[in-house]
């Protein structure tokens, strides 16, 4: 299973964008990389995912690079329930979803 | 349709002790996880189960052992608690996609 890359922290104005990155340089073809946020000590709630083409939902919309070795989470007009910790995944969808999450990104939205 | 559903929501044992945290999804995936997340930390993979029947490993397995009793359920098992594993314990599901959690179990080993 590949691993990502996230910075452990980040700030955002209300009303701004978020740009948050993940960095998979080791993904393989048939992986996916997926998005989740935990707010408080709640479980995880899925955001977006995608395999090599950008997505975009009413959440957020997810940016993957042409070589696939890094995305970028946005949500556009980051609000203060936005804060929550960012999940970035890289995952096959055969052999069982082994699904390992990271230490994510603790993204900050202040007022 | 109530998703994943996790009891007890709250336990505390002593050192030594067993327990068995449930979990059950009615969304009829194929795939069951279990993770515990330590405070301030992300969340670390024990065991899951791809279908019934079947369970592998995961980062963290030792200490602790698991059951796929149907499609529906999932439980976790503590044969002797141990300090070290007081955490909060997520049960998720997965169909094609995404994954589901359940409310959580805080867990406290004294």
């Known amino acids: 299973d590949a691993k990502t890359t996230q910075p452990p922290s980040m700030d955002c104005a209300e009303g701004r964008a978020a740009n948050l990155p993940c960095n998979h340089s080791?993904?393989?073809?048939?992986?996916?990389v997926y998005w989740y946020r935990q707010i408080h000590s709640q479980g995880p709630q899925y955001i977006i995912h995608?395999?090599?083409n950008n997505e975009t939902n009413e959440m957020a919309s997810l940016i993957i690079t042409e070589d696939r070795k890094s995305s970028t989470l946005i949500l556009p007009h980051a609000t203060l329930r936005d804060t929550a910790v960012y999940y970035c995944?890289?995952?096959?969808?055969?052999?069982?979803?082994?699904?390992?999450f990271g230490a994510g990104t603790r993204l900050f939205v202040k007022a | 349709n109530a998703g994943v559903t996790q009891t007890p929501k709250f336990q505390v044992l002593k050192t030594g002790q067993s327990m068995t945290l449930q979990c059950a999804q009615d969304?009829?995936?194929?795939?069951m996880y279990w993770y515990r997340q330590d405070p301030g930390m992300g969340l670390r993979l024990i065991y899951y189960?791809?279908?019934?029947?079947?369970?592998d490993k995961g980062e963290v397995p030792n200490g602790y052992n698991v059951s796929r009793l149907n499609k529906r359920e999932f439980s976790l098992r503590l044969e002797s608690a141990a300090p070290s594993q007081t955490s909060v314990y997520f049960c998720?599901?997965?169909?094609?996609?995404?994954?589901?959690f359940g409310p959580g179990t805080r867990l406290t080993v004294t």
């Open positions: 995944i890289v995952r096959g969808n055969t052999g069982g979803f082994k699904t390992i």
């Open positions: 080791t993904i393989s073809g048939n992986e996916y």
């Open positions: 189960s791809a279908s019934e029947g079947t369970t």
């Open positions: 995608g395999l090599k």
């Open positions: 998720a599901s997965t169909g094609t996609y995404e994954q589901y």
């Open positions: 969304m009829n995936h194929n795939s």
